[in-house]
C-alpha cells in the first residue's frame, strides 16, 4: 500500500474561507487476488466504490462510476443531477463493457462533496449500497449513511439486533447498487458545515475489521489526514483484512472572518444532523 499524503486547499465564500485537508488509501486487503474497490478524492467530490459481481466486473462497475463521477468533480461544482446523470452513464458504461459477462455486475457509490447554497457552505453526502460516510463532531462519531443491506432492513425491522447483524451469513447482500438495474437513485443526506468537521469515507473492507469506537480512537490519535487513513488501514489488514479496504478522511476547518467564537450562529442546524444506524 502506498503511503496516503494529505492534500489541502482553501475554499473562499462570502463570510470568510474554509481549508478543506483530506488523504485516501485504497488496498487489495490480504485474502483478495484483486483490488474491486475505486476512490474519488478530488475538491468539490470524495466517493468511495466497492465493485461486485465477480473478479473482473467488480473492477470494471466501481472504476467506471468513479470515472464518470471524476468528470462531475472536474467541473468544480456538484449537484444531485449532476450525480445521477453521471451514474446513469456508468450503467450504461458497465453493461457496454466487452468484459462484463455477469447480470450482478454492480458497484457501491458513496461520499460527501461541499456545496454552497446561498452563501452558506453545506455538506451533501450521497450512498447507494454499504460503503459508509461517519461524521467525527466534538469528539463523537456518527454514521451519516444507511445500509442498503438485507441485514439493514433486518436491523430496521426489529428482527435482529446489531450485535446479530455483525456476524449475519447475509452481511455481504446488498439491496441497492449501481449496475444491475436502470434508474438507481443515491440517498441523500444535507449537513450545516461546522468548524472541525471530519469525515470518514469507507468501503465494507474497513468496517468489517474496525468497529465505530476504534475508528474513532484512529481519527482522535492522529491529526493529519493522512496518518488516520494509513493508522486504519493498517488495523483493518492485521484485524484479518477480509476484503479490500478504502478509506478517505476529510478534514474542514473554517479560517478568515469565520472565527471558531462565531460558529454557533452561523451554523444552527436546517433540516439534517447525523444519526447512528
Known amino acids: 500500500m502506498p503511503d496516503p499524503t494529505t492534500q489541502s486547499r482553501i475554499v473562499d465564500v462570502p463570510s470568510g474561507a474554509i481549508q478543506l485537508r483530506w488523504a485516501a488509501a485504497t488496498d487489495t486487503g490480504r485474502r483478495r487476488d484483486s483490488n474491486q474497490d475505486a476512490v474519488l478524492a478530488q475538491y468539490p467530490l470524495f466517493i468511495v466504490a466497492d465493485g461486485m459481481g465477480g473478479h473482473i466486473g467488480g473492477e470494471i462497475a466501481s472504476a467506471s462510476a468513479v470515472d464518470r463521477l471524476r468528470a462531475v468533480a472536474d467541473r468544480g461544482v456538484v449537484t444531485p443531477e449532476d450525480i445521477e446523470e453521471a451514474l446513469e452513464q456508468a450503467v450504461g458504461d458497465i453493461a457496454d463493457h466487452p468484459e462484463t459477462t455477469d447480470d450482478g455486475t454492480g458497484t457501491t457509490v458513496t461520499g460527501v462533496y ?164
Request: net charge negative.
Open 114 to 277: 461541499l456545496d454552497i447554497v446561498e452563501g452558506e457552505p453545506q455538506w451533501t453526502t450521497l450512498n447507494i449500497g454499504d460503503s459508509r460516510v461517519y461524521l467525527l463532531r466534538d469528539e463523537a462519531i456518527a454514521q451519516v449513511t444507511t445500509d442498503h443491506s438485507v441485514v439493514q432492513e433486518l436491523v430496521a425491522a426489529g428482527r435482529l439486533s446489531p450485535e446479530e447483524a455483525e456476524q449475519h451469513p447475509y452481511g455481504n447482500v446488498i439491496t441497492r447498487a449501481v449496475g444491475p438495474s436502470d434508474g438507481v437513485t443515491p440517498d441523500y443526506v444535507r449537513l450545516d458545515l461546522v468548524d472541525g468537521d471530519r469525515f470518514v469515507i469507507c468501503s465494507d473492507g474497513l468496517t468489517k475489521e474496525l468497529t465505530d469506537y476504534g475508528i474513532l480512537h484512529f481519527l482522535l490519535e492522529n491529526d493529519d489526514p493522512a496518518a488516520a487513513v494509513a493508522a486504519m488501514m493498517q488495523a483493518a489488514l492485521e484485524n484479518g483484512g477480509r476484503d479490500n479496504v478504502t478509506v478517505i478522511v476529510l478534514d474542514a476547518h473554517l479560517v478568515g472572518a469565520r472565527a471558531a467564537g462565531d460558529l454557533a450562529e452561523a451554523t444552527e442546524p436546517r433540516d439534517s444532523s447525523p444519526a447512528t444506524h
